[in-house]
């Protein structure tokens, strides 16, 4: 149940690859990327018109969400955005022609990325923007090995088919185009360096940022225990690092970096930890920000070292810190 919305997104991905040398695909990825932006865009106008009432009825219980408004109209954007960055693009190549500036950013996997990304970030938006209570909202949310598992081996496949494998590029060119070599004795030493610099920044960052804010500190901290507490071992704390270490780096730095840059992909990595709504998020994009360099300056495997070693770091200083405070 978990990967199932994930099809239709696989299956857009494919067309798009067929896209890239057929017209007839080209045009078909750009009707569906159109009609998916609508439609999320009028359930935003939806949600936005549903009584608070109704709407709490249709949640979980024990969830403490605010009204519908603030989300409906993320949502909303996040639709809106897309269409205009679809019809962008478009006029873009109209005016350009068909040269190389222009097909650039026709590329059917490209304009599908941005499409994506646009409304990822809108969803993302517009859930967090409703959770009022992280405690009753974590207290209904189940995340184990398995679903952690599922979400990163996803984000392996997507960024697979992205890059266009058994379509456009074969095994080994697909691996290659994602970043990801082998790793030598220089890249292990670079990603324990990086690893261990970053844990030391964001300690000292988090430190600050949880006596300036400390309530959206401590919101945060609830929602990291959700995941946390299924690798709450030393054996877990390793696999959690190498699991999102992997996943999230193919994904980010390996497929979508190159597309559309360090700036934006850490935008969109942030986006993607909105548990952080919060002033801490500006540390999550510059965990991105020195992920997308690592891997422009070595690699995606050295980058997805770093993030494994620094999620792993940080996983056993909290266990430590709770045994010593025998919590």
């Not at 990967?3 to 078909?28: C, E, H, K, S, T």
């Not at 209904?140 to 379509?167: M, P, R, T």
């Amino acid at each position: 149940m978990l990967l199932l919305p994930l099809i239709p997104v696989a299956i857009l991905i494919v067309l798009a690859n067929m896209g890239q040398v057929d017209a007839r695909f080209r045009w078909l990825t750009l009707v569906i990327l159109l009609a998916m932006s609508v439609v999320v865009a009028a359930a935003g106008v939806v949600l936005m018109l549903v009584p608070p009432a109704i709407l709490a009825a249709m949640l979980k219980p024990g969830l403490a969400l605010g009204e519908g408004a603030s989300g409906g109209w993320l949502v909303a954007s996040g639709g809106l955005t897309a269409v205009i960055v679809l019809a962008a693009m478009v006029a873009w190549t109209r005016a350009y022609g068909p040269g190389p500036r222009g097909q650039r950013w026709f590329r059917p996997v490209q304009l599908t990325a941005a499409v994506l990304a646009f409304l990822f970030i809108g969803l993302n938006l517009a859930f967090a923007s409703l959770i009022r209570d992280p405690r009753a909202l974590a207290g209904n949310l189940q995340v184990g090995v398995v679903e952690v598992f599922l979400q990163n081996l996803a984000f392996v496949a997507l960024s697979l088919l992205g890059v266009g494998l058994w379509l456009r590029r074969g095994w080994s060119e697909a691996w290659q185009r994602l970043g990801v070599t082998s790793l030598t004795p220089a890249h292990v030493t670079v990603a324990f360096t990086w690893a261990w610099g970053l844990v030391g920044l964001s300690l000292l960052a988090g430190g600050v940022l949880s006596v300036l804010f400390p309530q959206a500190s401590a919101n945060a901290e609830v929602l990291n225990q959700v995941v946390v507490g299924a690798f709450a071992t030393p054996g877990g704390a390793i696999l959690l690092g190498l699991l999102t270490g992997i996943g999230e780096e193919v994904l980010y730095r390996g497929a979508l970096q190159p597309v559309f840059g360090i700036w934006l992909t850490s935008f969109i990595f942030a986006a993607h930890h909105l548990q952080y709504l919060s002033p801490a998020i500006v540390l999550v994009f510059g965990l991105g920000f020195a992920l997308g360099w690592v891997r422009q300056r070595w690699n995606t495997t050295t980058a997805a070292l770093v993030h494994a070693i620094y999620n792993t770091t940080l996983v056993l200083l909290a266990l430590a810190a709770s045994q010593a405070l025998g919590t």
